[in-house]
């Protein structure tokens, strides 16, 4: 039995043993922080905190406002400010569905609480900056809401990109400076088992044909198993199509750990095209409906996108997956 986890105000579950069958830079003035307070320096090559820890808290407070206000309306205008990336792809297809199922909003919502925030800032130079929150949530039990904030130039908002629930006895401990700044691991670095650049392409390869980049666990081995046994459907023809996600807000992110690995944040786009032989009916899930276009006559292609957080060794060794969230994003009827 796939066993899956469902984050309100996200469109799909979180899969923990499977699938469900059916998804510019400009020079700038920064701000460096020294033991006494703030002082300025000019330049985006000056290594300097992404965010003051009072800024990350704001940050973190300000997305939470949006957040609850969009999912208690089902409407995704009211926290299309703060999230972008992956996250934003999925939370604003989610709230599309639900508005469109309840149009008159929730009426048992029951506001997020994000609580016991731990803040790694990553000291670095240029833009975009971008920090990890580490929450304690009101929901799904001890897992811990793990959200990445970025922001492109001094101008812009803090925008949430990144969010998975993780178990805080996975939480891996994160290298820290003297001053308590994390470290951010360069995504083309040659030290860990993968480049977090590669990591998407790896993943979708492996989706694909297997191989042993990947440890074997719920989002790997068990999530290919059940791909592969879904391609398999008397009378529906299926097809998966994966593809990396590198650029813009999509791009990975990751932290170096104290043991030299990374905790590294990528995302991926999934295709699922279902075809029905002559005479079977193609059944269209609720959830699909509000974000279908075209007609449904012997075809659709279902569009998600999922976002994760795995470990990325220092050297060799197999990256482990800590999270995973996917979310439908569209669907194509022909």
Known sequence: MNKVRRVRGLDRPVHRTGIRPVMASAAVTALALTASG??????????????TKSEAAKALKDFL??????????????????????LSAINQAGLKVRGTQNPGGNPRHVPLELTDAK??????AGWPRWFVADTKSNRRGDLRWVLVFTKG??????????????????????????????????????????????????????????GDTFAPGDHTTLWKAARDKNT????????????????????????????????????THHYEKRTAAKGVNLTIDPEVKPLLKGEVKQSVMLERVSNQVVVDPAGTGKVSFLSRIQGLTGAQGE
């Not at 000019?42 to 905190?49: L, M």
């Not at 998407?200 to 044909?209: A, H, P, Q, V």
């Not at 990396?244 to 170096?256: C, E, K, Y």
């Open 38 to 51: 703030c002082v300025t320096v000019h330049g985006e090559r000056e290594v300097v905190p992404s965010a």
């Open 65 to 86: 406002t949006a957040y609850n206000k969009a999912e208690k309306a089902y409407d995704p205008a009211l926290d299309a400010a703060r999230v972008t990336g992956p």
């Open 119 to 124: 803040f790694s800032i990553p000291a670095k």
């Open 153 to 210: 130039s001094k101008d812009q908002l803090w925008e949430a990109s990144y969010l998975n629930l993780v178990s805080p006895q996975k939480m891996p401990e994160l290298k820290k400076d003297k001053d308590g700044w994390a470290e951010p691991v360069p995504v083309g670095t040659k030290s860990l088992a993968v480049a977090p650049k590669n990591l998407g392409r790896e993943y979708t390869t492996y989706l694909k044909s297997g």
């Open 232 to 267: 398999k459907r008397r009378g529906i023809a299926v097809q998966y199509i994966d593809e990396p996600q590198n650029d813009g807000t999509f791009a990975p992110v990751g932290l170096r750990t104290k043991d030299g690995g990374a905790m590294v944040f990528f995302s």
